[in-house]
Every structure is written in C-alpha cells, then in structure tokens.
C-alpha cells in the first residue's frame, strides 16, 4: 500500500518565496492608497496591518526556513512596516502612525510564533 506524501515546508520554498516577491509591493502600493468609504469598526486597521505582516512573515519564514535567515528577515520585515508608516507621512491622504507600525510588529511576532509552533508539531509527529 502506497504511502501519502508527507507535507513540508521545504516543498513550499519556492513558492512562498515567489508569493512573498507579489506579496511585498502589493502590501507597500495598497497601504499607500486613500482609504476606502464604507463600514469600518474601531482599530480595524490595526488588525489588517497584523494580518498583512503575519502573512509576510509566514511566507518569508517558508520560503527561507533556515535559523539564520530568520534573524535576517524578521528585522527587514519591521524596517520595511517603518518604510511604509514613512511614506504615508509624506501623503496628504494617509497618515502615518507608531501604532500601526506597532501592529506590523505584532503581526511579524504572531507569524514567526505560527511557524515555530508549527515546525515543533511536524517535528514531534514526524515518522522515525
């Protein structure tokens, strides 16, 4: 009887690696566009700041997986929130805020938290 294949995060390097290549500018043009009308609820842009750099970190984290590249890109990741917090300051239509940048760091901590938890589970179900 054929066994399944095992999911890995090494079988999604390239492909979190080319998301997160996508994944980068759009995020930088999106946070740079006047905001929406519509129905907003109170600190909703702080979860999709979050949200957005959780999901950075996961794929930057999958697309290099190795300890040390982690020390790289987790440091990237909150300069590149700043650069964004500065280039809204420069608009008339955005504001720039310390508690959005705050945010994108929560999020890089929530992402690099995820794959850690994740990688010990694979680690401790992991066939011998």
Not at 8 to 24: D, E, K, N, W, Y
Not at 57 to 66: D, K, N, S, V
Not at 102 to 127: E, K, Q, S
């Amino acid at each position: 009887m054929m066994q399944p294949k095992r999911w890995s995060i090494a079988r999604l390097q390239r492909p979190c690696r080319v998301a997160l290549g996508i994944a980068l500018p759009l995020v930088f043009v999106l946070s740079l566009l006047p905001d929406q009308p519509g129905p907003q609820f109170s600190h909703g842009d702080k979860l999709l700041h979050a949200l957005a750099f959780c999901m950075l970190a996961l794929l930057a984290r999958g697309g290099w997986p190795e300890r040390a590249a982690a020390a790289r890109w987790l440091p990237v990741l909150l300069a590149y929130g700043a650069a964004i917090e500065f280039a809204q300051w420069l608009l008339p239509w955005r504001q720039a805020s310390l508690l959005d940048w705050l945010a994108d760091a929560a999020g890089i901590a929530l992402g690099a938290a995820l794959y850690a938890w994740h990688t010990r589970a694979t680690r401790r179900t992991a066939p011998a």
